[in-house]
């Protein structure tokens, strides 16, 4: 039987590859060095296809991913040859500046980041907080209705749901503790009635509740009772905002605190380039070439 060049490449390789898969773990120092192929002065080693090879793989997955893998790394080493050779001057300038820009910015901004951890000024205070919050307040207005409730879901054979109706709108000590006490028996509780939230997530949590509706039920003051196959929901809504009114501090604090942060980082980002600057011209690592007429 006679065979082609092409398929006599094609065994070879997948001999090598299993013999690569079988022998990596015994012999890891000679795989890793060993070329498996060769596009002109590139080459590629068995280390390159190591951290790809896992344990729970089968010689024959091992080898099939190995084969896939070498292919692709050849049709692209082979398409950068062919590139080279057929792209003009000019444009192999331009991607090679590309290529030189992209690589600059890799390192510095890496070093950069590395030393803004290192400095490790992510504190933000309550006074700067409140403050920065004082002079945007215009900018922080909502774009949907917030609201602070409590609520409960019980289950439709719940037997004494007048009691929790009484304490959910009383909500004294004593109705905590006991609605706490009884908790177990309900299927879904939000007693934190101090913090805000908006009308969106409160409707995903009452599915009775829609955008048809909503205005009659989430008012300041109103006291809920709906109830579905899944069961009856009571609740009391203590304060609404409305779209366009401004947001509370404590609603938006996660987002002033990124916002303050992002800006000391470029604050300090600009400092640490122009202390770069004059540490280069001192050092005389930096010059300027100035042309006299």
Known sequence: ????????????????????????????????????????????????????????????????????????????????????????????????????????????????????????????????????????????????????????????????????VDKIKSFKDNDKTYLDSIAVQFNKIHFNDSIWVSASRVLGQIAPLNYGNQDKHLKKSQFFELQDSLGVYLGKVTNVLEVNDIAPLSYIETDIKRVLLNRRRLEYVKKLETEIIDEGIKKNEFEIYVKED
């Not at 991913?65 to 062919?82: R, V």
């Open 1 to 164: 039987m006679l065979f082609s060049k092409h398929h006599v490449m094609k065994y070879f390789l997948i001999f090598w590859v299993l013999f690569f898969v079988s022998c990596s773990s015994f012999f890891k120092d000679d795989v890793e060095v060993q070329p498996i192929a060769r596009v002109g002065e590139s080459y590629l080693y068995g280390k390159d296809l190591q951290p790809f090879i896992t344990q729970g793989m089968s010689k024959q997955d091992s080898a099939a991913f190995a084969i896939n893998y070498i292919n692709k790394w050849a049709s692209k080493q082979l398409l950068l040859s062919k590139s080279k050779i057929n792209l003009s001057e000019e444009k192999l300038e331009e991607f090679n500046q590309l290529v030189n820009d992209y690589k600059t910015d890799l390192y510095t901004r890496a070093y950069i980041e590395a030393l803004v951890q290192q400095s490790n000024d992510t504190a933000v205070s309550k006074s700067q907080l409140n403050s920065f919050y004082k002079s945007q307040k215009e900018n922080f207005k909502l774009n949907e209705k917030l609201v602070q409730l409590r609520f409960v879901v019980l289950p439709n054979q719940f037997l004494d749901k007048q009691v929790v």
